[in-house]
Protein backbone atom coordinates (compact mmCIF):
# COMPACT_ATOMS: atom_id res chain seq x y z
CA UNK A 1 0.00 0.00 0.00
CA UNK A 2 0.68 3.76 -0.40
CA UNK A 3 1.85 5.56 2.90
CA UNK A 4 4.31 3.05 4.33
CA UNK A 5 6.21 3.92 7.90
CA UNK A 6 8.68 2.04 8.78
CA UNK A 7 10.76 2.88 12.02
CA UNK A 8 13.11 1.46 14.78
CA UNK A 9 14.43 -1.79 13.29
CA UNK A 10 17.43 -3.56 12.82
CA UNK A 11 18.06 -5.84 10.17
CA UNK A 12 21.23 -7.57 10.05
CA UNK A 13 21.53 -9.06 5.96
CA UNK A 14 23.81 -12.22 7.31
CA UNK A 15 25.63 -11.74 4.10
CA UNK A 16 27.54 -14.99 2.83
CA UNK A 17 24.78 -17.20 4.19
CA UNK A 18 21.67 -15.14 2.48
CA UNK A 19 20.90 -13.62 -0.86
CA UNK A 20 18.71 -10.67 -0.78
CA UNK A 21 17.96 -8.08 -2.86
CA UNK A 22 18.17 -5.20 0.07
CA UNK A 23 17.08 -4.97 3.71
CA UNK A 24 13.97 -2.82 2.73
CA UNK A 25 12.65 -1.93 -0.60
CA UNK A 26 9.83 0.54 -1.13
CA UNK A 27 7.33 1.05 -4.37
CA UNK A 28 4.78 3.53 -2.80
CA UNK A 29 3.64 6.83 -3.30
CA UNK A 30 3.99 8.66 0.08
CA UNK A 31 5.63 6.94 3.35
CA UNK A 32 8.79 7.63 5.56
CA UNK A 33 11.24 5.17 6.66
CA UNK A 34 13.36 6.60 9.73
CA UNK A 35 15.54 5.42 12.74
CA UNK A 36 16.26 1.93 11.05
CA UNK A 37 19.46 -0.17 10.98
CA UNK A 38 20.29 -2.43 7.46
CA UNK A 39 23.95 -3.96 7.70
CA UNK A 40 25.67 -7.24 6.32
CA UNK A 41 23.18 -7.73 3.44
CA UNK A 42 24.18 -9.27 0.16
CA UNK A 43 22.62 -6.19 -1.87
CA UNK A 44 21.85 -2.79 -0.49
CA UNK A 45 20.66 -1.67 2.60
CA UNK A 46 17.40 0.55 1.48
CA UNK A 47 15.92 0.61 -2.18
CA UNK A 48 13.14 2.79 -3.07
CA UNK A 49 12.16 2.06 -6.72
CA UNK A 50 9.47 3.42 -8.86
CA UNK A 51 8.05 5.34 -6.12
CA UNK A 52 7.46 9.15 -4.83
CA UNK A 53 7.29 11.27 -1.71
CA UNK A 54 9.16 9.13 0.26
CA UNK A 55 11.53 10.22 3.30
CA UNK A 56 14.63 8.55 4.51
CA UNK A 57 15.55 9.91 7.56
CA UNK A 58 18.03 8.92 10.71
CA UNK A 59 18.66 5.90 9.20
CA UNK A 60 22.50 3.85 9.51
CA UNK A 61 23.37 1.37 6.40
CA UNK A 62 26.75 -0.05 6.36
CA UNK A 63 28.76 -2.89 5.21
CA UNK A 64 26.15 -3.78 2.45
CA UNK A 65 27.24 -5.48 -0.45
CA UNK A 66 24.98 -3.02 -2.94
CA UNK A 67 24.57 0.71 -2.30
CA UNK A 68 23.59 1.77 1.52
CA UNK A 69 20.72 3.67 -0.15
CA UNK A 70 19.33 3.00 -3.40
CA UNK A 71 17.20 5.06 -5.24
CA UNK A 72 15.33 3.57 -9.01
CA UNK A 73 13.50 5.63 -11.17
CA UNK A 74 11.56 7.68 -8.55
CA UNK A 75 10.55 11.17 -7.95
CA UNK A 76 10.30 13.66 -4.93
CA UNK A 77 12.62 11.25 -2.34
CA UNK A 78 14.04 13.03 0.52
CA UNK A 79 16.74 11.49 2.15
CA UNK A 80 18.14 13.47 5.25
CA UNK A 81 20.57 12.94 8.15
CA UNK A 82 21.13 9.08 7.31
CA UNK A 83 24.90 7.20 7.41
CA UNK A 84 26.11 5.60 4.88
CA UNK A 85 29.53 3.74 6.09
CA UNK A 86 31.64 1.33 4.57
CA UNK A 87 29.33 -0.05 1.37
CA UNK A 88 30.97 -1.99 -1.42
CA UNK A 89 29.41 0.50 -4.27
CA UNK A 90 27.80 3.62 -2.77
CA UNK A 91 26.61 5.36 0.04
CA UNK A 92 23.91 6.94 -1.94
CA UNK A 93 23.47 6.14 -5.28
CA UNK A 94 20.33 7.63 -7.74
CA UNK A 95 19.03 6.43 -11.25
CA UNK A 96 16.85 8.28 -13.23
CA UNK A 97 15.12 9.83 -10.59
CA UNK A 98 14.50 13.62 -10.55
CA UNK A 99 13.51 16.45 -8.08
CA UNK A 100 14.67 14.78 -4.55
CA UNK A 101 16.64 15.90 -1.87
CA UNK A 102 19.79 14.81 -0.38
CA UNK A 103 20.16 16.76 2.58
CA UNK A 104 23.26 16.47 5.59
CA UNK A 105 24.03 12.73 4.74
CA UNK A 106 27.57 10.87 6.10
CA UNK A 107 28.59 8.96 3.52
CA UNK A 108 31.99 7.48 4.46
CA UNK A 109 34.56 4.85 3.16
CA UNK A 110 32.12 3.59 0.22
CA UNK A 111 33.69 1.36 -2.58
CA UNK A 112 35.68 -1.93 -2.36
CA UNK A 113 37.73 -1.39 -5.87
CA UNK A 114 38.99 1.86 -7.17
CA UNK A 115 36.50 2.41 -10.29
CA UNK A 116 33.98 5.77 -10.30
CA UNK A 117 30.62 3.84 -9.16
CA UNK A 118 32.51 3.80 -5.83
CA UNK A 119 31.01 6.96 -4.71
CA UNK A 120 30.01 8.45 -1.79
CA UNK A 121 26.81 9.86 -3.51
CA UNK A 122 26.42 8.79 -7.12
CA UNK A 123 24.04 10.04 -9.41
CA UNK A 124 23.04 9.05 -13.26
CA UNK A 125 20.73 10.42 -15.81
CA UNK A 126 19.14 12.12 -12.78
CA UNK A 127 18.07 16.04 -12.73
CA UNK A 128 16.47 18.92 -10.49
CA UNK A 129 18.20 17.22 -7.56
CA UNK A 130 19.68 19.31 -4.35
CA UNK A 131 22.38 17.28 -3.11
CA UNK A 132 23.26 19.83 0.24
CA UNK A 133 25.40 19.68 3.33
CA UNK A 134 26.64 16.01 3.50
CA UNK A 135 29.66 14.64 4.45
CA UNK A 136 30.91 12.41 1.66
CA UNK A 137 34.59 11.43 2.49
CA UNK A 138 36.99 8.79 2.36
CA UNK A 139 35.87 7.12 -0.54
CA UNK A 140 37.21 4.72 -3.20
CA UNK A 141 36.57 7.10 -5.77
CA UNK A 142 34.72 10.38 -5.62
CA UNK A 143 33.13 11.96 -3.15
CA UNK A 144 30.17 12.92 -5.36
CA UNK A 145 29.52 12.11 -8.89
CA UNK A 146 26.83 13.11 -11.89
CA UNK A 147 27.04 11.23 -14.67
CA UNK A 148 25.22 11.07 -18.33
CA UNK A 149 22.63 13.50 -18.77
CA UNK A 150 22.08 14.92 -15.14
CA UNK A 151 20.51 18.40 -15.45
CA UNK A 152 20.09 21.25 -13.14
CA UNK A 153 21.35 19.85 -9.60
CA UNK A 154 22.43 21.93 -7.42
CA UNK A 155 24.95 20.59 -5.22
CA UNK A 156 26.26 23.11 -2.41
CA UNK A 157 27.84 23.01 0.46
CA UNK A 158 28.91 20.17 1.33
CA UNK A 159 32.26 18.36 2.78
CA UNK A 160 34.15 16.31 -0.17
CA UNK A 161 37.61 15.28 1.33
CA UNK A 162 40.32 12.56 1.56
CA UNK A 163 38.64 10.87 -1.16
CA UNK A 164 41.24 8.45 -3.13
CA UNK A 165 39.92 9.92 -6.52
CA UNK A 166 38.14 13.38 -6.94
CA UNK A 167 35.91 15.67 -4.60
CA UNK A 168 33.32 15.97 -6.99
CA UNK A 169 32.59 15.28 -10.53
CA UNK A 170 30.44 15.80 -13.37
CA UNK A 171 30.26 14.54 -16.35
CA UNK A 172 28.38 13.98 -19.45
CA UNK A 173 28.91 11.26 -22.00
CA UNK A 174 28.98 12.23 -25.68
CA UNK A 175 27.46 14.66 -27.55
CA UNK A 176 23.58 13.69 -26.88
CA UNK A 177 24.44 13.00 -22.92
CA UNK A 178 25.93 15.87 -21.88
CA UNK A 179 25.06 17.10 -18.32
CA UNK A 180 23.55 20.99 -18.25
CA UNK A 181 22.60 23.84 -16.32
CA UNK A 182 24.32 22.14 -12.64
CA UNK A 183 25.30 24.37 -10.08
CA UNK A 184 28.42 23.63 -7.93
CA UNK A 185 28.37 25.91 -4.86
CA UNK A 186 29.84 26.45 -1.55
CA UNK A 187 31.41 23.19 -1.28
CA UNK A 188 34.86 21.95 0.63
CA UNK A 189 37.05 19.22 -1.74
CA UNK A 190 40.53 19.22 -0.13
CA UNK A 191 42.86 16.45 0.13
CA UNK A 192 41.41 14.23 -2.69
CA UNK A 193 43.67 11.83 -4.22
CA UNK A 194 42.81 13.48 -7.72
CA UNK A 195 41.00 16.98 -8.62
CA UNK A 196 39.39 18.33 -5.87
CA UNK A 197 36.31 19.56 -8.30
CA UNK A 198 36.17 17.93 -12.11
CA UNK A 199 33.83 18.58 -14.63
CA UNK A 200 33.47 16.58 -18.25
CA UNK A 201 31.43 16.81 -21.17
CA UNK A 202 28.99 19.56 -19.61
CA UNK A 203 27.10 22.70 -20.91
CA UNK A 204 26.37 25.80 -18.60
CA UNK A 205 27.69 24.41 -15.47
CA UNK A 206 28.36 27.35 -12.40
CA UNK A 207 30.98 26.77 -10.07
CA UNK A 208 31.25 29.37 -7.56
CA UNK A 209 32.39 29.70 -3.97
CA UNK A 210 34.07 26.45 -3.31
CA UNK A 211 37.73 25.35 -1.62
CA UNK A 212 39.43 23.13 -3.49
CA UNK A 213 42.98 22.83 -1.91
CA UNK A 214 45.71 20.36 -1.26
CA UNK A 215 44.65 17.71 -3.43
CA UNK A 216 46.36 15.40 -5.34
CA UNK A 217 46.34 16.91 -9.11
CA UNK A 218 43.81 20.27 -10.12
CA UNK A 219 41.84 22.38 -7.81
CA UNK A 220 39.35 23.05 -10.02
CA UNK A 221 39.69 21.03 -13.97
CA UNK A 222 37.57 20.83 -16.75
CA UNK A 223 37.50 19.27 -20.25
CA UNK A 224 34.82 19.02 -23.29
CA UNK A 225 33.33 22.21 -20.96
CA UNK A 226 31.11 25.15 -22.57
CA UNK A 227 30.02 28.07 -21.40
CA UNK A 228 30.26 27.89 -17.55
CA UNK A 229 31.07 30.14 -15.00
CA UNK A 230 33.66 29.54 -12.24
CA UNK A 231 34.30 32.48 -9.65
CA UNK A 232 34.99 32.93 -6.60
CA UNK A 233 36.82 30.08 -5.79
CA UNK A 234 39.80 29.22 -3.77
CA UNK A 235 42.04 26.75 -5.20
CA UNK A 236 45.36 26.58 -3.04
CA UNK A 237 48.12 24.07 -2.62
CA UNK A 238 47.23 21.66 -4.93
CA UNK A 239 49.74 19.66 -6.73
CA UNK A 240 48.67 20.67 -10.14
CA UNK A 241 46.86 23.26 -10.86
CA UNK A 242 44.66 26.09 -9.12
CA UNK A 243 42.40 25.68 -12.52
CA UNK A 244 43.23 24.07 -15.23
CA UNK A 245 41.37 24.06 -18.42
CA UNK A 246 42.65 21.53 -20.55
CA UNK A 247 42.46 21.33 -24.22
CA UNK A 248 40.89 24.22 -27.12
CA UNK A 249 37.19 21.90 -26.91
CA UNK A 250 36.71 23.78 -23.47
CA UNK A 251 34.77 27.12 -24.96
CA UNK A 252 33.35 30.54 -23.77
CA UNK A 253 33.81 29.64 -20.39
CA UNK A 254 34.22 32.61 -17.83
CA UNK A 255 36.61 31.65 -15.62
CA UNK A 256 37.45 34.85 -12.80
CA UNK A 257 37.92 36.51 -9.23
CA UNK A 258 39.19 33.14 -7.81
CA UNK A 259 41.94 32.97 -5.47
CA UNK A 260 45.09 30.94 -6.90
CA UNK A 261 47.88 30.33 -4.67
CA UNK A 262 50.76 28.30 -3.98
CA UNK A 263 49.80 25.64 -6.67
CA UNK A 264 52.54 23.33 -8.00
CA UNK A 265 52.70 23.72 -11.80
CA UNK A 266 50.75 27.16 -12.58
CA UNK A 267 47.98 28.95 -11.02
CA UNK A 268 45.66 28.98 -13.74
CA UNK A 269 46.62 26.79 -17.40
CA UNK A 270 44.07 27.28 -19.84
CA UNK A 271 44.02 25.76 -23.05
CA UNK A 272 40.31 26.93 -23.98
CA UNK A 273 38.78 28.88 -26.56
CA UNK A 274 37.44 32.28 -26.13
CA UNK A 275 38.12 32.24 -22.10
CA UNK A 276 36.97 35.77 -20.69
CA UNK A 277 39.49 35.85 -17.78
CA UNK A 278 39.12 39.51 -17.16
CA UNK A 279 39.28 41.63 -14.69
CA UNK A 280 41.49 38.61 -13.71
CA UNK A 281 41.82 35.84 -11.01
CA UNK A 282 44.24 36.49 -8.16
CA UNK A 283 47.21 34.82 -7.89
Not at 28 to 46: E, F, L, P, R
Amino acid sequence: GNNVQLADLSIDGNKGQATCEAGIKISTQGGKVQGVSCHNMSGAGIVVDTASEVTLIGNHCTDNDGAGIKVIGSEDITIEANVCRRNYEQGIYLYQSNRCSVIANKCLQSGGQDIDINTGIYLVQSSENIIQGNTSNDNTWAGIMLREASHRNNINNNSVSGNQGHGIAVAGLGDFDSSQDNVIAGNVANENGYHGIGVWDCIKTTIIGNTASDNGEDGIYLILVENSNIQNNRCAGNAGCGIRIDTEFNVDNFVTNNDLVDNGILPLLDEGTGTTTVPGNRT
